[in-house]
């Protein structure tokens, strides 16, 4: 997939955060939801030897990771995960199921002034995907996270 296409953005995110791993999910917790998409989306799918902030080498890994998050959320994460190798999932079914939506929703556009097939066309080329793909993902629904239902007895 194309990730220049996929940006999750803050609405798309919580709509998806149900299909995060739960180390996403613990970083989103601990840092907000944009600020973890920030770090995955410059650091999904590698480690990251997170310092203790206190050696020159530690010092200089704080910093990288600043630049990725922030200096606050920088600082909550070394406190959570000081001295930790921290995983930084890919979220590949989250950034699926975005990119999927994001096709439907443009194909929606396209087909008010083009027929399909030109719509379908065109997304393909644009998320690099053959055009048989594209029309696989829009007879595709939204993925949602259950809804808990009160008991009735």
Not at 26 to 50: H, M, N, R, S, Y
């Amino acid at each position: 997939m194309k990730r220049d296409c996929v940006r999750i953005t803050d609405a798309l995110g919580e709509s998806v955060r149900h299909l995060l791993p739960e180390t996403a999910r613990l970083i989103a917790d601990l840092i907000g939801l944009p600020k973890a998409l920030q770090l995955i989306e410059a650091w999904g799918g590698t480690t990251f030897p997170v310092s203790k902030n206190q050696r020159r080498d530690g010092q200089i890994r704080y910093a990288a990771l600043a630049e990725v998050v922030g200096v606050d959320a920088a600082a909550i994460l070394t406190r959570r995960f000081g001295g930790e190798v921290l995983s930084i999932p890919r979220c590949a079914v989250a950034m699926r199921e975005v990119r999927d939506r994001m096709i439907r929703a443009e194909f929606d556009t396209l087909t008010r002034e083009h027929p399909a097939v030109h719509a379908v066309n065109q997304l393909a080329r644009r998320y690099q995907m053959t055009e048989r793909n594209v029309w696989v993902v829009l007879k595709k629904t939204d993925q949602v996270g259950e809804t808990r239902q009160a008991v009735l007895f």
